[in-house]
């Protein structure tokens, strides 16, 4: 095929002379040598001639375009890019230059580079009619991969059954001292730790649409319905929105996006969090990546007005790639302020420093572990123990997968959380262990 779309063009090579100065064509029997061998369609040697001559003759306008020409017709798709560049470059009206350099750019897959030389050509008055119409020919059929190639969608369904040893992230004290009233009060059950076997089904898909090769959306989607054996009035459906536009610029990659995440608790609407999303990234070298981003955005709770906050966010992160290893080390600051100042202690400043690996073993199985610690420090004194909330987190996971096909894996998954507060009614423990099987589509 890339044989016969070259015969038009072998037309033009007895204008060649006409288009370099005699300078440029010394030695002219043997680059004449390689100019009938293409025009008698004899590829295979032409390119054994144009690679003995191009240590002398690359750079030279003519002979870059008989280099380009054999280089194409012998499947050498990177040899002729460059050769067509540099003549397009020296030579910008060279039609078929232009022209044989969209084709090779099609058949490298470079389908934006395609079109936009396709269409330099079809904006042309001084292309031919025939030229046009190849050209024409070539954008369509560039346009119809890109679009094809330009557009993911990943889907996956998730079954999850585990035992979580605190489901309310409950206390284990059984009374509370209460400083305004003075009095000690019997928890109920509400307050105090419980567990439970639960079952969860989670739907997600992901995807990006290019618009170039440095442009692009990417869009993700999760919801989750999570039951629990016995306790059902914890029964939780959560919902997770995220949609980003994204840029590569000279000093990196650039996203901005929207993020929305809606709970509902007992099938009631319980709170909704919009987030506006700003993140950049820097390749420093082949192993080290770096990441820096702001949020900006709102909590709304349906079910108390203390409750809502406006919040922002930063954060810092660092990767670290080692053959078959990723390490990540990441650094956030989050500030969640009260809409109204009569509900201030609720406000809270959250730092968190987290480390995380994600270890390839092989083809089959892969390995993660995060652990993380997470300060909280709340701005005003409670309105009951009559003291400034502080917290303390610990956080850690493990996770591993086998992934027994394209469409089948599944998953390991340990998690545990110890969290320390000076006020006892918000100190817990908790530890989930759960198995999952995921189909992919």
């Known amino acids: 095929m890339i044989k016969k779309t070259l015969f038009p063009i072998l037309l033009s090579l007895s204008c060649i002379s006409h288009q370099a100065s005699s300078a440029e064509m010394q030695n002219a029997a043997t680059i004449d040598k390689l100019k009938k061998e293409i025009n008698e369609k004899d590829f295979q040697n032409a390119w054994n001639t144009a690679q003995r001559l191009k240590d002398e003759y690359l750079g030279e306008t003519s002979f870059d375009f008989?280099?380009?020409?054999?280089?194409?017709?012998?499947?050498?798709?990177?040899?002729?890019?460059?050769?067509?560049?540099?003549?397009?470059?020296?030579?910008?009206?060279?039609l078929d230059a232009q022209y044989l350099l969209a084709k090779v750019n099609y058949q490298i897959a470079n389908y934006q580079g395609a079109i936009d030389t396709s269409q330099q050509l079809l904006n042309n008055p001084k292309a031919s009619v025939k030229l046009k119409e190849s050209a024409n020919s070539?954008?369509?059929?560039s346009q119809s991969k890109l679009n094809k190639q330009s557009f993911h969608l990943s889907q996956r369904v998730s079954l999850n059954v585990g035992h979580d040893s605190n489901i309310n992230a409950g206390t284990t004290e059984d009374n509370i001292f209460i400083p305004l009233t003075g009095a000690t009060f019997p928890l109920n059950n509400d307050s105090k730790k419980n567990s439970d076997n639960y079952a969860a089904l989670t739907y997600?898909?992901?995807?990006?649409?290019?618009f170039s090769q440095v442009s692009q959306i990417n869009f993700s989607g999760k919801g989750t319905t999570h039951n629990f054996q016995n306790e059902s009035q914890y029964n939780r459906m959560f919902a997770d929105l995220n949609?980003?536009?994204?840029?590569?610029?000279?000093?990196?990659?650039?996203?901005?996006?929207?993020?929305?995440?809606?709970?509902?608790?007992?099938?009631?609407?319980?709170?909704?969090?919009?987030?506006?999303?700003?993140?950049i990234e820097k390749q420093l070298s082949p192993k080290w990546l770096i990441a820096a981003g702001v949020d900006v955005g709102q909590t709304k709770n349906k079910n108390s007005e203390s409750l809502n906050t406006d919040n922002i966010s930063t954060n810092l992160?660092?990767?670290?790639?080692s053959n078959n290893l990723k390490h990540s080390f990441a650094l956030s600051y989050a500030d969640?302020?009260?809409?109204?100042?009569?509900?201030h202690y609720n406000s809270q400043k959250i730092t968190t420093v987290s480390y995380s690996n994600l270890w390839l073993i092989n083809n089959a199985w892969l390995a993660s572990s995060m652990v993380a610690f997470q300060q909280k420090k709340y701005q005003d004194l409670?309105?009951?123990?009559?003291?400034?909330?502080?917290?303390?987190?610990?956080?850690?996971?493990?996770?591993?997968?086998?992934?027994?096909s394209k469409r089948w894996s599944y998953n390991l998954n340990i998690n545990a959380?110890?969290?320390?507060?000076?006020?006892?009614?918000?100190?817990?423990?908790?530890?989930?262990?759960?198995?999952?099987?995921?189909?992919?589509?």
């Open 417 to 441: 959380q110890d969290k320390d507060s000076n006020l006892a009614l918000f100190s817990y423990q908790r530890s989930d262990i759960s198995i999952t099987a995921n189909m992919n589509f």
């Open 138 to 141: 070539l954008l369509n059929l």
């Open 336 to 343: 969640e302020k009260s809409d109204e100042n009569i509900y």
């Open 66 to 94: 008989l280099y380009g020409v054999a280089a194409l017709a012998n499947n050498q798709a990177e040899y002729a890019v460059f050769a067509f560049e540099r003549v397009t470059t020296n030579q910008p009206n060279w």
């Open 317 to 321: 992160a660092a990767h670290y790639f």
């Open 382 to 404: 409670h309105p009951f123990f009559l003291e400034q909330r502080d917290d303390d987190m610990w956080l850690a996971s493990i996770n591993l997968q086998y992934t027994q």
């Open 243 to 279: 949609f980003q536009y994204q840029h590569t610029f000279g000093f990196g990659r650039l996203s901005v996006g929207l993020k929305f995440t809606p709970l509902w608790l007992d099938d009631d609407l319980y709170r909704t969090k919009t987030m506006l999303t700003t993140n």
């Open 204 to 210: 997600r898909a992901s995807g990006s649409k290019k």
